[in-house]
């Protein structure tokens, strides 16, 4: 089975700091993306990288960055939080392009940030 | 654009009565079409998903979903709903290029004893 870890289930940040929030997966899948979830609102794409140190722009990217040095870890940055980004992260990733490939997903961080 | 509306934002089911979750989307191109499940505090787990092929998909838990392409749905069924079925049910669809997903705002659904 694909395992994607997310490196904290939960988070509670101050306003201004600098947060990291860690994926990493274990079946050498090509995409990796991250998404916010909140309630009423569904899941919303940040961003996502289809191969090392390449990346590109979700619907919702203003806030973040992101890295992808390794193929199996991608990060996401917010380089200085607020607090609209209260939220529930997902991490995910899968195999090929093209789109019928399903995504895999992490457990989820939930970051406070106060 | 893609995009996938699910009708009701909450559902209720007594115990071992059918479980519908409506999903209809829009998609310029034959699309791949999925549904996820997610249990409280858990990221989302895979259901089932359709990609070419038979309309009618099974999926994991006794879950199917039809593909209809003349209404644009993929609705999700079930025969007989059990206490553990009570989570929150994602629709999702992709165009099959730049692995561009669109989930719907999802359905939460509870079983009654």
Known sequence: DVKVTQSSRYLV???????????VQDMDHENMF?????????????YFSYDVKMKEKGDIPEGYSVSREKKERFSLILESASTNQTSMY??????????????????GTRLTVT | AQSVTQLGSHVSVSEGALVLLRCNYSSSVPPYLFWYVQYPNQGLQLLLKYTTGATLVKGI?????????????????KPSAHMSDAAEYFCAVSEGYGQNFVFGPGTRLSVLP
């Open chain 1, 13 to 23: 940040k101050r306003t201004g700091e600098k947060v990291f929030l860690e994926c």
């Open chain 2, 61 to 77: 838990n006794g879950f199917e979903a039809e593909f209809k392409k003349s209404e644009t749905s993929f609705h999700l069924t």
């Open chain 1, 34 to 46: 991250w998404y916010r979830q909140d309630p009423g609102l569904g899941l919303r794409l940040i």
């Open chain 1, 90 to 107: 997902l991490c995910a990733s899968s195999f090929v392009s093209g789109g019928s490939s399903p995504l895999h997903f992490g457990n």
